[in-house]
């Protein structure tokens, strides 16, 4: 990637234009992708492992170039702004060790509109111990959009703020208190039940449901699974994370029951069907298929069936990415919208053979 430094020229480092370029907009472009695909249902990790490869090796390529990397990260987020060019621009100031360039990092996430994912992303790629001064300022910061950068960058590493956390669950700001109580379930900090439980009565759905998750997350499951079930009924954003929380606090009998309610409306019946993925019931797969020829039950089936039967990721024509292969009606259901969805006799005549 680094020219020759002709003998006698000062101590200088001399790069390849293009190639530093085409380094930063694969690392743009890779972690975008990386964050697409960890929003599957399941993720393929395998694949992810792969594109990460991938985007670390275009990272020490624009590592390697140090500082005159800069013109082409600047360059990459003004042509394309997006979530990829965001992580780029912060794993670089970060990298750096650029506090001017930090700031417009921060400014930029604020108004990307997309809970700043790119440069959470750019945090967490970074090791704890680096980014550790930032976050310790952002936490105690007066300023709401740093205090959830803080917090969010402790919930990507799962490293415990301590006392400071007590007062982060009680913050004014919804984003902060949600993901601090998201946090708070994650490390298990029991001393944080009550107010945890005081979250439940919150006026915001997200401070609710994040409240209930960690009180679940801490076996707390009585409490919990009122307002769990509340949000899986209203099929929000958070639904999917309920209904596990749900799952995973059991008695199955009465998680079997609940879903059976889900199936008899068209609104929450896809959330039944990809529910019974999470129940590591291997006996569902002949009704899995069944659901599998319903296009608005489809994908939420393909996605019960990774997670029942994980070794049919590598089973090939299992999916396709043209529904319209498959008939009419999943034609009409899913437009021109490339989406990944099982194929029902193929799946049972590998199905035949696994049994």
């Not at 360059?75 to 970060?94: N, Q, R, S, T, V």
């Not at 009565?201 to 076996?219: K, P, Q, Y």
């Not at 069936?305 to 999916?319: C, I, M, N, Q, Y």
């Amino acid at each position: 990637m680094l020219a020759q430094k002709p003998e006698g020229a000062p101590e200088q480092r001399q790069i390849v234009p293009d190639v530093v370029r085409q380094h930063a907009e694969q690392a743009a472009f890779f972690w975008a992708q990386r964050d697409t695909l960890m929003e599957d249902d399941p993720p393929d990790l395998h694949v992810v492992a792969g594109i990460d490869r991938r985007l670390e090796a275009n990272l020490d390529g624009l590592r390697i170039a140090g500082p005159a990397a800069w013109p082409f990260v600047v360059a990459a987020y003004e042509d394309f702004p997006e979530k990829g060019e965001l992580f780029l621009y912060g794993w670089m100031a970060i990298e750096q060790g650029d506090g001017s360039r930090i700031a417009e990092a921060v400014e930029m996430a604020r108004t990307s509109g997309d809970d700043a994912y790119g440069l959470i992303g750019a945090l967490a790629w970074h090791k704890a111990k680096t980014i550790a001064p930032l976050v310790r300022d952002w936490i105690g910061s007066p300023d709401a959009f740093k205090r959830f950068l803080g917090v969010s960058a402790c919930l990507e590493h799962r490293v415990d703020p301590k006392q400071m956390l007590g007062r982060l669950v009680r913050d004014p700001d919804v984003r902060v208190r949600a993901t601090s109580l998201r946090l708070a379930g994650t490390l298990r900090r029991a001393d944080l039940v009550q107010e945890m439980s005081e979250a439940l009565e919150a006026d915001h759905e997200r401070v609710r449901i994040w409240s209930a998750w960690s009180l679940n997350e801490l076996g707390s499951g009585d409490l919990a699974q009122p307002e769990l079930k509340r949000q899986v009924l209203a099929n929000g954003p958070d639904a999917f994370a309920a209904l596990r929380a749900l799952v995973k606090a059991g008695p199955e009998a009465e998680v079997r029951a609940f879903m059976g309610g889900l199936l008899k409306s068209p609104e929450t019946a896809p959330l039944a069907v990809r529910g019974a993925g999470m129940l590591g019931d291997r006996t569902i797969l002949h009704w899995l298929m069944h659901q599998m020829r319903t296009p608005a039950l489809a994908v939420a089936a393909g996605g019960a069936l990774l997670e029942t039967f994980p070794e049919a990721r590598s089973v090939d024509g299992l999916f396709t990415l043209d529904p319209a292969e498959l008939g009419p009606a999943f034609e009409e259901h899913f437009g021109d919208f490339g989406v990944k969805v099982p194929v029902a006799e193929k799946v049972k005549g590998w199905g035949s053979i696994l049994s």
